[in-house]
C-alpha cells in the first residue's frame, strides 16, 4: 500500500500516521490511492456514538478520473454504511451514522477506477445530536410562495441545518440564485446542503440555511423598477416570506446573497442598490452586459457609483476558460478603481460550467459564512 502524508497548514489540516492506519476524530489525513486500490482506517466508536466520516479528491478536482468509494464496517466486520460520489464536488462522499456497537469500526476508501490515481482526504467527526433530532443531515425543503410581483406562485428551496426543529434558533442565510436556462435544483444539484452538512460536522462552517429560488421568466427577463422585477420580488417578497415563515434571522448581518452566471448579475444587482440589507455579495462567473440594463440598474456602472454605504463584504470568481471573462474583468477593474473592496478569485482551471462551480463550493460556502457564529446557543432563539 502506497501512501503520501501530508501537513496543510495553511488549509488547517493535519495529517495523522501510523502502523495501524488510525483515524482520530477532528484530524483529517490526506492519502494517496493507485489504480484499483483500496485502503482502510481503523477508529474506536461505542454504542449511540454520532459520527460524520467523509473523504473527497484532494484537492477538489472536476476533471480528476479518481473514482472513491467510502465504506464503514463495524467492530463485526459487517458493512453498515456506504457512499459512492453522492456528495459535494467530485467524487466526494459523506456518511452520518449512530453507531450500533462499542469497539473497533473500519472504513475503506476505494479507487475503482483501473486507470487513476491521486490524493484524498478522509475526515472523522463525532458529534452529539440533541435529544429528538430527526434531521441529523438537515433538510432540503421544497415550497411555492405567492407572489403579487410575479402574478403567480414562485416555487423555491430551502436548507435547513441539522436538527433545526428541535434547536428552533433563528439561522443566518445566503440567498442563492440560479442561471439563465436552470432552476431553483441548480445548487441542490451541485451538493450545496452535503458540503454545509460536512462543513459543520468538521467544525469549519458555522450553521447556516440557503434559500434558492426559481427565477423563472422574471429573472431572466431585462425588466427593472419598482414592483415589476425580479429585484423588487426579491426584496418586498422574498425575503419577508422567508424569514418569516422558517425562522431565519431578519438583521442585515444575518443576510447574504449570491448566484451564478445570471444568478450572479442578479447578486450584484440588487446588493448594490440595497447595501443595507445584506452584510455579504458574491458572484460565482456572474455575467454582465453593458447594454442589458439601464445604468441605475447595470452592476457594471453601479460600479462606477459611489461606493455601498454601508459596505459589503465582496467576492467575484471565474474560471480561466470562462467565455463570460470579458465583462467579469472589467467589473473588477471598475470595482477596484472606485475603491470598493472585494475579492477577485481567477481559479487557474474551469469553464461556464458545473463541474466548475461544484468544485468551489467550500469557497463560496467559506466567504459567506466567515463572519457567522458557530455558537448555536448565541443565535436568536424562534419566536
Request: proline residues 8%.
Amino acid at each position: 500500500m502506497r501512501k503520501i502524508f501530508l501537513l496543510l497548514f495553511l488549509a488547517g489540516f493535519t495529517a495523522q500516521a501510523s502502523d495501524e492506519n488510525s483515524l482520530i476524530s477532528g484530524e483529517p489525513i490526506v492519502s494517496y490511492l493507485v489504480q484499483d486500490e483500496q485502503q482502510r482506517w481503523t477508529f474506536e466508536g461505542t454504542t449511540g456514538q454520532s459520527i460524520h466520516l467523509s473523504a473527497q479528491n484532494y484537492p477538489p478536482d472536476p476533471y480528476s478520473d479518481v473514482d472513491l468509494v467510502l465504506e464503514v464496517y463495524d467492530p463485526a466486520g459487517h458493512l453498515i454504511a456506504a457512499d459512492d460520489n453522492t456528495g459535494p464536488g467530485t467524487d466526494a462522499m459523506f456518511i452520518s451514522l449512530s453507531l450500533p456497537a462499542s469497539g473497533t469500526y473500519t472504513a475503506v476508501v476505494r479507487n475503482v477506477n483501473v486507470w487513476a490515481e491521486g490524493s484524498y482526504l478522509l475526515a472523522l467527526q463525532s458529534d452529539e445530536f440533541p435529544v429528538g433530532c430527526q434531521s441529523p443531515l438537515g433538510t432540503m425543503v421544497t415550497g411555492e410562495m405567492p407572489s403579487q410581483v410575479n402574478r403567480w406562485p414562485i416555487r423555491y428551496r430551502v436548507f435547513l441545518p441539522p436538527c433545526h426543529e428541535v434547536l428552533q434558533k433563528r439561522y443566518p442565510y445566503v440567498i442563492l440564485m440560479h442561471g439563465s436556462n436552470s432552476d431553483d435544483a441548480l445548487w441542490d444539484t451541485l451538493g450545496i446542503d452535503e458540503a454545509i452538512v460536512r462543513g459543520m460536522a468538521l467544525k469549519r462552517l458555522p450553521p447556516m440555511a440557503v434559500v434558492l429560488p426559481f427565477g423563472g421568466s422574471l429573472a431572466n427577463t431585462n425588466t427593472f423598477g419598482a414592483g415589476a422585477s425580479w429585484e423588487s420580488l426579491v426584496i418586498d417578497e422574498l425575503i419577508p416570506y422567508m424569514e418569516a415563515s422558517y425562522c431565519l434571522q431578519n438583521t442585515r448581518e444575518g443576510r447574504a446573497i449570491g448566484g451564478i452566471s445570471r444568478g450572479g448579475f442578479w447578486a450584484f444587482e440588487i446588493a448594490f442598490r440595497h447595501p443595507d440589507l445584506f452584510s455579504a455579495l458574491a458572484g460565482h462567473s456572474p455575467f454582465f452586459d453593458l447594454t442589458h440594463a439601464p445604468p441605475s440598474n447595470n452592476p457594471l456602472d453601479l460600479a462606477l457609483a459611489p461606493p455601498p454605504a454601508p459596505a459589503l463584504r465582496i467576492w467575484m470568481d471565474r474560471g480561466h476558460d470562462d467565455y463570460a471573462q470579458l465583462n467579469i474583468d472589467l467589473i473588477n477593474e471598475r470595482m477596484t478603481q472606485n475603491g470598493i473592496e472585494h475579492t477577485y478569485q481567477l481559479y487557474p482551471v474551469g469553464e461556464h460550467a458545473n463541474s466548475y462551480w461544484q468544485a468551489h463550493l467550500d469557497d463560496y460556502l467559506d466567504f459567506y459564512s466567515e463572519n457567522w457564529s458557530f455558537d448555536i446557543e448565541s443565535l436568536p432563539d424562534c419566536p
